[in-house]
């Protein structure tokens, strides 16, 4: 069988080690074969991390969950209630291997948890053949949108990480929740860097979730003002979506600064800078406009997050700061989303930010 194969290859009178030599570098040139090959068909054939399990159906609303609701939520609007938010959510120890985190859980295990806020950034990461090869196969994802906290093939565990974070994956984990626990209002706030296109296309591929947004338009918001959230329950618009970008609101995503104020962003490196100013210079605090009143996000996180100083910013200083500086600057109203890192952790007071956004959720 050796004579008869080197007759067919031209290799007669060729010594063996020459043999050896030559079908060691075609067994590598077909192992590099077979790699480009299968990136060739990644959109197909590598797909992004496992999907989430499929929702259970949302029930359509009706009159027999008006009670609960009402006993839920009471009375109050929107803008009367207050949500534990999560300052990027998306990176932490659970969904992905990130060297540098906002939260320890996962997506999933923070809204198990209490919070009804995410803040994610959306990015647009294009196919890469060369990924796909350096990392032996383990970074050949198809072209789509993710969640980046900066270029998506920049720094594996600091501006991306593995598994890549779809976005599509993530907001079906928010719809699977709200699925799950039919009472529940969540906010997802989106830094935006990819076109309206994109982000339509990518929402597009959530089971259920047109159902469940919350269009303001459809409720007449600007003439009205905010409906009860126990209204929002009964009618099953639970999911409210936020962007720094203006041109997707056709999408049922609303333009932050039309709808919003908001603090600037930061408490400095040394989390000493406690005043509460706009993050925006033309939409103040203390906005009023005629029968409309914008929902208040509160950011109260330093510029790189340490589980050491999420633990000093996180207790009294959060409860002192809402009531001393950001409730005043916003004109006497308390924050209706009050966005943090390290959710869990506290500074030993007694007061956590779960339990300081009961405080205020308790008040008149």
């Known amino acids: 069988m050796i004579d008869m ?3 067919r290859r031209g290799f007669r009178g060729r010594p063996a080690g ?4 030559g079908r060691a570098r075609r067994t590598l040139v077909g192992l590099l074969l077979l790699v480009l090959l299968g990136t060739a068909t990644t959109a197909t054939a590598s797909p992004p991390p496992p999907a989430a399990p499929a929702p259970t159906a949302v029930a359509p609303a009706s009159g027999a969950a008006a009670g609960p609701a009402a006993a839920r939520w009471g009375d109050r609007r929107l803008d009367e209630v207050s949500f534990l938010t999560t300052h990027n959510a998306f990176t932490n120890y659970e969904d992905s291997r990130w060297s540098s985190v906002n939260q320890s859980e996962s997506v999933r295990g923070q809204l198990e948890g209490g919070v009804r806020g995410l803040s994610l950034d ?3 990461y294009e196919r890469s053949t060369w990924l796909c090869v350096i990392s032996f196969g383990s970074d050949c994802y198809p072209s789509d949108v993710y969640l980046c906290h900066g270029e998506c093939k920049t720094f594996a565990g600091a501006t991306y990480a593995l598994p890549r974070q779809s976005f599509h994956g993530t907001m079906q984990t928010v719809v699977d929740f709200l699925a799950a626990h039919p009472q529940e209002v969540v906010t997802v706030f989106l830094e935006d860097y990819v076109s309206a296109d994109q982000l339509g296309r990518s929402l597009g591929r959530v089971r259920g979730l047109s159902d469940m947004v919350f269009r303001p338009d459809e409720w007449g918001v600007r003439q009205n003002g905010w409906p009860k959230v126990a209204d929002l329950v009964t009618s099953n618009k639970r999911l409210l979506i936020f962007s720094d970008r203006s041109d997707r609101e056709n999408l049922g995503v609303m333009y932050d600064r039309s709808w919003t104020v908001s603090n600037f962003w930061s408490l400095g490196d040394l989390g000493n800078d406690l005043s509460c ?7 103040p605090l203390d906005r009023q406009e005629p029968g409309f009143r914008r929902l208040f996000t509160m950011s109260h996180h330093r510029n790189v997050p340490t589980v050491l100083t999420a633990a000093l910013d996180n207790g009294a200083k959060l409860r002192n700061r809402i009531a001393e500086q950001c409730r005043p600057a ?4 308390n924050p209706n989303f009050v966005s943090v890192d390290f959710h869990r952790l506290s500074d030993g007071s007694g007061h956590t930010p779960a339990s300081i956004v009961a405080e205020l959720n308790s008040g008149p």
């Open 330 to 333: 916003a004109g006497g109203r």
């Open 277 to 283: 100013v706009s993050r925006w210079s033309d939409v």
């Open 122 to 124: 959306t990015h647009w």
């Open 18 to 21: 020459a043999l050896r030599r």
């Open 5 to 7: 194969d080197m007759k």
